[in-house]
Nanobody, 120 residues
Framework: QVQLVESGGGLAQAGGSLRLSCAAS????????MGWYRQAPGKQRELVAA???????NYGDSVKGRFIISRDNAKNTVYLQMNSLKPEDTAVYYC??????????????WGQGTQVTVSS
């Protein structure tokens, strides 16, 4: 069982920056991938950014060039640096992990979410 704990959300002004952290209970170096998703009121949950065990990254179109995902295997933590924030970035941000279990089945884990609010 993997536990994910997000932190770093809060209130920011448009054009500002925030950094989210996701601390995992297991060794993230063994995880298939980790990522950040977000969900705004009335909208579906969407991919923000993901990073594989090999360090390959993928970003949602709306955050490309503004957000950066990174990982620190020694701290079992994944970060999301959010720059040039816009009001439309307002959402609950969720940390996600994809982990192979002992049966080689891919399991998905979610954090509890952290609120990010960007004021104009």
């Amino acid at each position: 069982q993997v536990q994910l704990v997000e932190s770093g959300g809060g209130l920011a002004q448009a054009g500002g920056s925030l950094r989210l952290s996701c601390a995992a209970s297991g060794s993230i170096s063994s995880f298939n991938a980790m990522g950040w998703y977000r969900q705004a009121p009335g909208k579906q949950r969407e991919l923000v950014a993901a990073i594989t065990g090999g360090g390959h990254t993928n970003y949602g179109d709306s955050v490309k060039g503004r957000f950066i995902i990174s990982r620190d295997n020694a701290k079992n933590t994944v970060y999301l640096q959010m720059n040039s924030l816009k009001p439309e970035d307002t959402a609950v941000y969720y940390c996600n992990a994809l982990v192979f279990n002992l049966n080689d089945d891919l399991e998905t884990y979610w954090g509890q979410g952290t609120q990010v609010t960007v004021s104009s």
